[in-house]
């Protein structure tokens, strides 16, 4: 079983940086693959980022490249969204997602990928 605590959110304006932190509990941090996502109101929850349990491949969503960076801290047992430049359109609920440890393969941009979620952080954007 793999717990997983995000925090970061926050209320910001147009053009400013947040960072999103996603504390993992467990010792196999070193082996699971993470991702982040979102969902606002209305929406259905959508791909964001993600990283592999190497942390060698990264992967980002079109709306957010250049943007937003995904990185990993193996001994804080932590994965980042750092979020640059933010837009109104990035408001919404943001969900930290873990693979389980030792899995590979399938495609990282889907939820079901995913065996375990966080509580979810907001991220408001205003104009």
């Known amino acids: 079983q793999v717990q997983l605590v995000e925090s970061g959110g926050g209320l910001v304006q147009a053009g400013d940086s947040l960072r999103l932190s996603c504390a993992a509990s467990?010792?196999?941090?070193?082996?699971?693959?993470m991702g982040w996502f979102r969902q606002a109101p209305g929406k259905e929850r959508e791909f964001v980022a993600a990283?592999?349990?190497?942390?060698?491949?990264?992967y980002a969503a079109d709306s957010v490249k250049g943007r937003f960076t995904i990185s990993r801290d193996y001994a804080k047992n932590t994965v980042y969204l750092q979020m640059n430049s933010l837009k109104p359109e990035d408001t919404a609920v943001y969900y930290c997602?873990?693979?389980?440890?030792?899995?590979?393969?399938?495609?990282?941009?889907?939820?079901?990928?995913?065996?375990?979620w966080g509580q979810g952080t907001q991220v408001t954007v205003s104009s």
């Open positions: 997602a873990a693979r389980k440890p030792g899995e590979v393969g399938g495609r990282p941009t889907l939820p079901s990928t995913y065996s375990y």
């Open positions: 467990g010792r196999t941090f070193g082996a699971i693959g």
């Open positions: 990283i592999s349990y190497t942390g060698i491949s990264t």
